[in-house]
């Protein structure tokens, strides 16, 4: 199976400070289509899972332009621009290009 | 307004059986390739599911640790998918969620033990 690590474990940040999540796969996350499956998912205390970006980049409907996907093969980074209140939770990278599609172990991201 | 509403969890004894309902509304269900994943206690997300939709012939795909046991299923007419869970063993419990497109539901409890 793929792995997925994911660093820090752990993220403290002020309101208005950038955040940087990374995410490592142990194989490149290419598909035989040429796309890559690497999707960011955030999920909020107490609430189910929400993804905000699919195919490495692309921010899902209604994300705040704040957050930004990059990356290619197997290391790919999360970022926030400036971190607001409803940032907080744990985020969590997640492949699809290998079977079985595979999470990272989260990334808990707390207010300072 | 997209809805994913899991129901059918609860405490079940080890070997015993369990059927997961997700029903869904607010997008195109019959189109949508169906996952369910699942959340341990100590929050460490696992996919075991998926099945594609009728022009990938509904075709299944499961991971190791639930093969044989954990069967998906879907019912276009109702936009539901299904997890029926056999032989269920205390490392199953866990919150169990449907995922579809970029949605995602509520998640339902599923505790086994004796």
């Known amino acids: 199976d793929v792995v997925m690590t994911q660093t820090p474990v752990s993220l403290s940040l002020a309101i208005g400070q950038p955040a940087s999540i990374s995410c490592k796969s142990s194989?490149?996350?290419?598909?035989?289509?040429?796309?890559?499956?690497l999707s960011w998912i955030l999920q909020r205390p107490g609430q189910s899972p929400k993804r905000l970006i699919y195919?490495?980049?692309k921010l899902d409907s209604g994300v705040p332009d704040r957050f930004s996907g990059s990356g290619s093969e197997t290391e790919f980074t999360l970022k926030i621009s400036r971190v607001e209140a409803e940032d907080l939770g744990v985020y969590y990278c997640?492949?699809?290009?290998?079977?079985?599609?595979?999470f990272g172990g989260g990334t808990k991201l707390e207010l300072k | 307004e997209v809805q994913l509403v899991e129901t059918g969890g609860g405490l079940v004894q080890p070997g015993k059986s369990l059927k997961l309902t997700c029903a869904t509304s607010g997008f195109t269900f019959s189109t949508a390739w169906m996952h369910w994943v699942r959340q341990s206690p100590e929050k460490r997300l696992e996919w075991i599911a998926r099945i594609k939709d009728k022009s990938n012939n509904y075709a299944t795909d499961y991971v190791e640790s639930v093969k044989g046991r954990f069967t998906i299923s879907r019912d276009d007419s109702k936009s539901s998918v299904y997890l029926q869970m056999n032989s269920l063993k205390e490392e199953d419990t866990a919150t169990y969620y449907c995922?579809?497109?970029?949605?995602w539901g509520q998640g339902t409890l599923v505790t086994v033990s004796s």
């Open positions: 195919l490495v980049s």
């Open positions: 995922t579809g497109r970029a949605y």
């Open positions: 997640w492949q699809a290009t290998h079977f079985p599609q595979t």
């Open positions: 194989q490149s996350l290419v598909h035989s289509d040429g796309k890559t499956y």
